[in-house]
Every structure is written in C-alpha cells, then in structure tokens.
C-alpha cells in the first residue's frame, strides 16, 4: 500500500500557484518525498524530491515540514498543461520500490 | 536523444497467445522497472531488476516475466496465465535505487 494521502482532486486557476498537499505521517529517516506528474494516456513525469529541506527546480517547489510527516508541491504559476495526476511517493532506496497511489487529479481552469 | 523507448505503442492480442512488450533505455542506468496501470488507478509494480543479470518479483508478477541480459533492455513477457492482462504498461529505469526513476511512454495492450 502506497504510504501517503493525497486529495483526489483539486482545482486550480490559470496563472495562479497550485498547491498540492500530501500527508506522510509514518515516513522514515531515510525516505525522500518525491513528486511525479502523469498527463492522460503518459508515462509519469518525474518532477522533484527532497528528504528534509525545501527544494526548487524549474518545474516546482518542494516544501516539507520540519516533522517530514506531510508536504507541498507547489506550481508556482499554473498553466492548463499542468492538468495531469499528480503523484506523491515516499521512497528510501536500495530494495524498495516507487508505490503509486491514485494521486491528485489536478485541474487548471482557464 | 537519450531516453526510454518502449514499443509498440499499442498491442492488440488474441486471449491465449504470450506476448513480449520491449523497454530500451540509452541512459546507462542500472535500474530498469516495469509497472501495470489500470484505467483510473495507480501504478503497480511487476518486476524489477537492480542490475543486469538480476530481477525480482513486484507486487503483481504472476503470469508475467521478465529478462535483463543486457544493461539497456528489460523485456516483459505477458504470458497466457495472466487473467486480465489488458493494461497500460509503463516501464521506466534509474541511475540505480537511490535516484529518481523516468518513465517511458507506455504500451496499451488489449487482449480480446
């Protein structure tokens, strides 16, 4: 089962940040939080992870809480091209495997 | 461009026949995954393989198999025991366990 909760769908507007929850209460030590977007009929697109401190790339923002027990991504300027399914996965490493939940479904209205 | 190709994009199959879905990636990665996604669910993993020569069992590995004879390749084979296996099938690869994974574009397999 995945480790995480995500809403199943959030709404966004066009140009406005979207922000995206994700509870991971029973993470530990040594799991990353990592991040993945999936746009109809696509292969998954992987976009950020972090393990404790806030990340940024040109894609999004990762911030995670100091306990590391939830995090959000956040798109900082929305477009209706970031209507996908967005995924969060917590992941430690050697042996262990991407766990995909249902995600968020993510719309961007115009 | 480097990446992971999977093909065919779409695969159509009479129920009973194995059918190999291919994955290559020109990244040099060591780590090579496939999973299953079925319409409105999340991804499950089926088998994956760390290095070649080696590959374990997903969650979901009956009726299917897999090969890793060369670093670049991870074939999977959906044979005749697998009872639903129409599905997206998504495989994608890693520096090793450690790193992100990236993902191929997928094959649709129908079976009829």
């Known amino acids: 089962d995945a480790k995480t909760t995500q809403p199943p769908s959030m709404d966004c507007a066009e140009g406005r940040a979207a922000n995206l929850p994700c509870n991971h209460s029973?993470?530990?030590?040594?799991?990353?939080v990592y991040w993945y977007r999936q746009i109809h009929s696509q292969g998954p697109q992987y976009i950020i992870h972090g393990l404790k401190n806030n990340e940024t790339n040109e894609m999004a923002s990762l911030i995670i809480t100091e306990d590391r027990k939830s995090s959000t991504l956040i798109l900082p300027h929305a477009t209706l091209r970031d209507t996908a399914v967005y995924y969060c996965?917590?992941?430690?490493?050697?042996?262990?495997?991407?766990?995909f939940g249902p995600g968020t479904r993510l719309s961007v209205l115009p | 461009d480097g990446g992971i190709t999977q093909s065919p994009k779409y695969l159509f199959r009479k129920e009973g026949q194995n059918v190999t879905l291919s994955c290559e990636q020109n990244l040099n990665h060591d780590a090579m995954y496939w999973y299953r996604q079925d319409p409105g669910q999340g991804l499950r993993l089926i088998y994956y393989?760390?290095?070649?020569?080696?590959?374990q069992k997903g969650d979901i590995a009956e009726g299917y198999s897999v090969s890793r004879e060369k670093k670049e390749s991870f074939p999977l084979t959906v044979t005749s025991a697998q009872k639903n296996p129409t599905a997206f099938y998504l495989c994608?690869?890693?520096?090793?366990?450690?790193?992100?994974?990236?993902f191929g574009q997928g094959t649709r397999l129908t079976v009829v």
């Open positions: 393989s760390q290095i070649v020569n080696d590959f």
């Open positions: 994608a690869s890693s520096i090793d366990s450690w790193t992100e994974a990236f």
């Open positions: 996965i917590v992941r430690a490493g050697y042996g262990q495997n991407f766990v």
């Open positions: 029973t993470i530990s030590g040594n799991e990353y």
